[in-house]
């Protein structure tokens, strides 16, 4: 068991074998300081492969029946120690129901979410409300506004 405010589980590729489940429990009891102590170099690399990796798994068929968009997740801090002008750029297409990651396109996608991988982690596994993460500036979306508003709807909370 983690202590609270203990990531210890981030050391590892454990982390991919976590469920859904168990890693909303240890991000919850993990301090938000440790987490983005910890989300750098190649956890980070590991984390953000495994919730793209696991993203079309958590996709709401009936709830995406009539979305069409592309999405450009933009996930900051890629120089390593947490420097935030480099970024990961992660595409994906929900259309017809279905979830694919996708090749970076020459167009600028319908929507562009931009946001820190401690952040996208503790949004994607029910940690943090998407909403209340662009309140805080934690997390900015740009494109189809109606469309972005869908999407915490359209996923269950856990992609990872």
Sequence with gaps: ?????????????????????????????????????RLIGGVREIALREIFRRMPEYLRPARAAGFDAVISWQITGAGGAGRRESIDEYWLRVHDGRCTLVSPRPTPADISIRTDPTTLLRIVTGNEDPVLAVLKQRLSVHGDLAQAARLPKLFSAGPL
């Design 1 to 37: 068991m983690t202590d609270r405010g203990s990531a210890g589980w981030l050391e590892s590729d454990g982390l991919t074998a976590l469920d859904a489940s168990e890693l909303a429990r240890l991000v919850d009891r993990t301090s938000e300081r440790e987490l983005r102590h």
